[in-house]
């Protein structure tokens, strides 16, 4: 079965800085996708980003990027530029492209940002 | 604008009540879920429906219902047998049939959320 690990329950950054979030997975699997979401207090989920596993580049959205490292199975989140509006709750995901019946999320980790 | 929208927000029970949550999405999309949140354990799947009038069971199903007898709509029913009902629950949507990988983006698309709490 496929495991999300996110090893870092909380995080803070200053606010212009870049910080980097973590997330492992496992899977025996070779196609698939990886997420990033973000929770906000608002609580409503959104999509920051998203990475095909096929796909060598590393997928980009404005200030936040992917180091994505398939034979490692790391999928870590960098946020430039941070802004107080980034603090939140991050989710690590994986969705098999051959089944599409289930996300696993990791558990997810905090963020603040600090002005 | 195209959504999903979860009531009520808030939801309080007292224990041996069922209560049924909503969740309606006017996405198109043919997938439906609901995931259970915790602090500490992520999101995790308690139901999941891929057309109308099918639905499958997800990790954590016992003491959960529910039905899907419209493509909008998918509500979920918390039940007595639902030993420890107070969490976040979040209903979620995805486009899932008719077309190739390339197209298909994966993407969960998610509603506001329904906070129930057992007093």
């Known amino acids: 079965a496929q495991t999300v690990t996110q090893s870092q329950p909380e995080m803070s950054v200053q606010e212009a800085e870049t910080v980097t979030l973590s997330c492992t997975y496992d899977?025996?699997?070779?196609?698939?996708?990886l997420f990033w979401y973000k929770q906000p207090p608002s609580r409503q989920m959104i999509l920051v980003i998203r990475?095909?596993?096929?796909?060598?580049q590393n997928a980009t959205e404005n200030r936040f990027s992917v180091n994505f490292q398939k034979a490692a199975k790391s999928f870590s989140l960098k946020i430039s530029d941070s802004q107080l509006g980034d603090a939140a709750m991050y989710f690590c995901a994986y969705r098999s492209s051959t089944s599409y019946d289930k996300v696993i999320f990791g558990p997810g980790t905090s963020l603040s940002v600090i002005p | 604008d195209g959504g999903i929208t979860q009531s009520p927000k808030y939801l309080f029970r007292k224990e041996g009540q069922n209560v049924t949550l909503s969740c309606e999405q006017n996405l198109n999309h043919d997938a439906m879920y609901w995931y259970r949140q915790d602090p500490g354990q992520g999101l995790r799947l308690i139901y999941y429906s891929q057309i109308v009038n099918d639905f499958q069971k997800g990790d954590i199903a016992e003491g959960y219902s529910v039905s899907r007898e419209k493509k909008e709509s998918f509500p979920l029913t918390v039940t007595s047998a639902q030993k420890n009902p107070t969490a976040f629950y979040l209903c979620a949507s995805s486009i899932e049939t008719g077309l190739g990988l390339a197209e298909l983006t994966g993407e969960l698309f998610f509603g506001e959320g329904s906070r129930l709490t057992v007093l």
């Open positions: 899977t025996s699997e070779s196609d698939y996708y």
């Open positions: 990475q095909e596993a096929y796909k060598q």
